[in-house]
């Protein structure tokens, strides 16, 4: 994924987090998932006074995305943190996006505001991911 495509995708998970709901970690991160046919999901973190019930912006993206019927998805992008340290996809997500995504599907993280957009691959976050053998 080239540099222009990566900070494209960025800026709408930026755009996505305005919508954040956060006011118990104060910690906003929005999400861009690029489907195949050229359909981008926006998502954002919704959190709940039982903690425990909080959704993340990229589970929020691909559920939505997946419920409308797309499957097959390009590349990803999270928005959130700071340049210093930016917003990586937990492992619940990693596990989720590996669903439906390869290893080789690129993550862009970007912090909220500042700092460039970095490029890895599924797989980086997630070497190994557990999959049904016969999927
Ligand atoms: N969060 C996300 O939305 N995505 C991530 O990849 C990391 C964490 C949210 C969950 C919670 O609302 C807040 O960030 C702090 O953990």
Known sequence: MNEKDAMTLAAEAREAA????????GYPVGAAL???????WRGCNVEN???GLTMCAERTAL???????RRDFAAIAIAGGTPDAPAVPCGACRQAL????????PVV???LSGGGPV????GDYLPHAFGFPSK
């Open 63 to 69: 559920f939505k995305a997946v419920s409308e019927g």
């Open 34 to 40: 690029l489907a195949r046919d050229g359909s981008v």
């Open 49 to 51: 006074a039982s903690y």
């Open 98 to 105: 590996a669903e439906f995504c390869t290893p080789e599907t």
């Open 109 to 111: 993280v970007v912090p």
């Open 18 to 25: 305005a919508a954040s709901y956060s006011p118990y970690s």
């Open 119 to 122: 490029v890895r691959t599924l």
